[in-house]
């Protein structure tokens, strides 16, 4: 009887396990796909290539760490993250270059018909340098301007984008991680580069000036020199100069020198 009862036993006492049952989730009738602003949430990021642990619904090229990426690989934007000592000698470069190649020429050309050879030579080489600083100053503020936005679009705590497609004009608010990564890259690689920028905007700056005023001096002089009698001076009146030339208009006129 005991041998009979066993079998029940162990039957008896077999588990048994319920499997829950799954319900598929409906999308409520009347609710549309289309927000202004987007929050970061469980849904996976699409034909956008971001990373799955940051769900990021911005495009790939507009997300502000690989417009950084881009911006320090790209020309002249990578001049500026460089070391202070390449930094200078390719802005050198750059200013050097279109002063020769350009500015002098065109310098010289404008001086061409000047007698004064030593005159002509000053004001030749300050105009090529004053073309030169002034382009090298155009670069720069380029380069400033392009770090200041992906620096701004890394501080900021939402993301402005737009996608092609149904979507336009959409802000996407930055996760927690996300937000500090981006806060760490700005303050730490981005204003750097936007200081020295901009201290080199204002050291360009002055030395213009300067060249723009000792290039106008040098062409236009304020003062005549003592020893100059008998001797013609362009643009300069000269009454010795104005006899020689004209005898018959100072006819009965005393020489008052």
Request: glycine share 6%.
């Amino acid at each position: 009887m005991a041998a009979s009862m066993a079998p029940a036993i162990l039957i008896a006492q077999k588990p048994y396990h319920l499997s829950p049952k799954t319900y598929p989730q409906r999308t409520p009738i009347g609710s549309s796909t289309k927000r202004s602003v987007t929050i970061a949430s469980s849904s996976p990021s699409f034909r956008n290539g971001s990373p799955p642990e940051t769900e990021c619904p911005v495009p790939w090229d507009q997300q502000p760490v690989n417009e950084y990426q881009a911006l320090s690989s790209s020309f002249p934007f990578s001049l500026a993250s460089a070391n202070l000592r390449d930094y200078c000698i390719r802005l050198s470069f750059l200013g050097s270059s279109f002063a020769i190649l350009v500015g002098l020429p065109v310098a010289t050309f404008g001086n061409s018909d000047v007698t004064n050879t030593s005159a002509v030579a000053l004001s030749c080489g300050l105009g090529a340098a004053s073309s030169g600083i002034l382009f090298v100053m155009l670069v720069v503020l380029r380069m400033y301007l392009g770090w200041a936005y992906v620096g701004n679009r890394l501080l900021s705590a939402t993301v402005d984008y737009e996608e092609t497609g149904w979507y336009d004009g959409q802000i996407w608010v930055k996760t927690p991680d996300v937000l500090t990564r981006d806060r760490l890259l700005g303050s730490y690689s981005v204003k750097p580069v936007l200081t020295k920028v901009k201290f080199t905007l204002i050291g360009l700056a002055i030395s213009l000036a300067v060249c723009v005023i000792i290039l106008v001096d040098v062409e236009n002089p304020k003062y005549i020199p003592v020893n100059t009698k008998g001797k013609v001076i362009a643009g300069v009146y000269n009454e010795e100069a104005a006899r020689s030339f004209e005898p018959d208009a100072f006819c009965g006129d005393s020489d008052l020198s």
